[in-house]
């Protein structure tokens, strides 16, 4: 109808808000389509005392869509992949990006605590702008790639529908980092933030206990589903590589817990 649109989002659990982006899901919880809208809404309006209100998982899952938007801007980047409109990142995409993941570094942890006393600090205004705003024009203007796709493909399995999006997102994150090779310091960086919150770092913590080489290879190909962006990573993926880093990633995050 070509109407202004704010939204006032009452959570900050994802990046959707900033966006012009929505995420269809058929009535079971699993990934149909994103919808691309025509414009991003005029306003968005945050209050953080309302915000720090809700529950702390909420704001947690919010940091793990907000982990993958670095990964995923830098892995287009490197790709030349288009951005979500269809044009090229630019480097204000990626230095954005780039703020979001050191905020939740440097703020996650204690924006936890301090929403889980129900109360909104320095920190919880940071972690707020970073899932909320940094995250939004992160993805939409670096661009998706792995980490979302994996998501997209671990919503086949029916246990993890009462996870959180961010949640799996930032799992799918750790699986991206395992294709890409990325080296033991920034894996571990990832690992601790991720513990350190509260974010799952095993296919087992969003809610796959009983793992079988047939449900993983659904997830990898439905991650590799035509169209999805995990084709903007900078190397030719197949399932087969999926699989191998779902099942590598869910081993590290392993051993990381039993450190
Ligand atoms: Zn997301």
Same mark, same amino acid.
């Given at each position: 109808?070509?109407?202004?649109?704010?939204?006032?989002?009452?959570?900050?659990?994802?990046?959707?808000?900033?966006?012009?982006?929505?995420?269809?899901?058929?009535?079971?919880?699993?990934?149909?389509?994103?919808?691309?809208?025509?414009?991003?809404?005029?306003?968005?309006?945050?209050?953080?005392?309302?915000? /720090?209100? !809700?529950?702390?998982?909420? %704001?947690? +899952?919010?940091?793990?869509?907000?982990?993958?938007?670095?990964? *995923?801007?830098? @892995?287009?980047?490197?790709?030349?992949?288009?951005?979500?409109?269809?044009?090229?990142?630019?480097?204000?995409?990626?230095?954005?990006?780039?703020?979001?993941?050191?905020?939740?570094?440097?703020?996650?942890?204690?924006?936890?605590?301090?929403?889980?006393?129900?109360?909104?600090?320095?920190?919880?205004?940071?972690?707020?702008?970073?899932?909320?705003?940094?995250?939004?024009?992160?993805?939409?203007?670096?661009?998706?790639?792995? /980490?979302? !796709?994996?998501?997209?493909? %671990?919503? +086949?399995?029916?246990?993890?529908?009462?996870?959180?999006?961010? *949640?799996?997102? @930032?799992?799918?994150?750790?699986?991206?980092?395992?294709?890409?090779?990325?080296?033991?310091?920034?894996?571990?960086?990832?690992?601790?933030?991720?513990?350190?919150?509260?974010?799952?770092?095993?296919?087992?913590?969003?809610?796959?206990?009983?793992?079988?080489?047939?449900?993983?290879?659904?997830?990898?190909?439905?991650?590799?589903?035509?169209?999805?962006?995990?084709?903007?990573?900078?190397?030719?993926?197949?399932?087969?590589?999926?699989?191998?880093?779902?099942?590598?990633?869910? +081993?590290?995050?392993?051993?990381?817990?039993?450190?």
């Amino acid at each position: 109808m070509k109407l202004a649109v704010v939204i006032v989002p009452t959570i900050a659990s994802t990046d959707a808000p900033c966006s012009a982006l929505s995420v269809i899901y058929t009535p079971e919880g699993v990934f149909e389509s994103y919808l691309i809208l025509p414009k991003n809404p005029d306003l968005v309006l945050v209050d953080t005392e309302v915000v /720090a209100k !809700a529950p702390a998982r909420l %704001l947690v +899952a919010g940091m793990g869509d907000a982990l993958a938007t670095w990964f *995923e801007a830098d @892995a287009c980047a490197k790709a030349s992949a288009k951005n979500m409109p269809g044009g090229n990142a630019s480097q204000a995409a990626l230095a954005l990006a780039r703020l979001c993941y050191d905020l939740l570094i440097e703020c996650g942890k204690r924006a936890k605590l301090a929403v889980e006393m129900n109360v909104a600090t320095e920190d919880v205004e940071k972690v707020v702008e970073a899932n909320t705003l940094l995250s939004g024009l992160g993805f939409e203007s670096g661009g998706l790639a792995a /980490a979302h !796709a994996i998501h997209n493909g %671990l919503t +086949a399995l029916e246990e993890t529908h009462h996870y959180y999006h961010g *949640e799996k997102v @930032a799992f799918g994150t750790l699986v991206q980092m395992i294709m890409e090779n990325r080296s033991t310091e920034e894996l571990e960086e990832v690992l601790e933030f991720c513990v350190s919150v509260g974010l799952p770092v095993t296919l087992e913590q969003i809610g796959v206990t009983e793992i079988s080489p047939e449900k993983i290879r659904k997830v990898a190909e439905m991650s590799c589903a035509e169209g999805e962006t995990i084709y903007n990573m900078p190397f030719p993926v197949t399932p087969d590589l999926v699989y191998n880093a779902i099942m590598a990633a869910d +081993a590290i995050g392993k051993d990381f817990l039993a450190k």
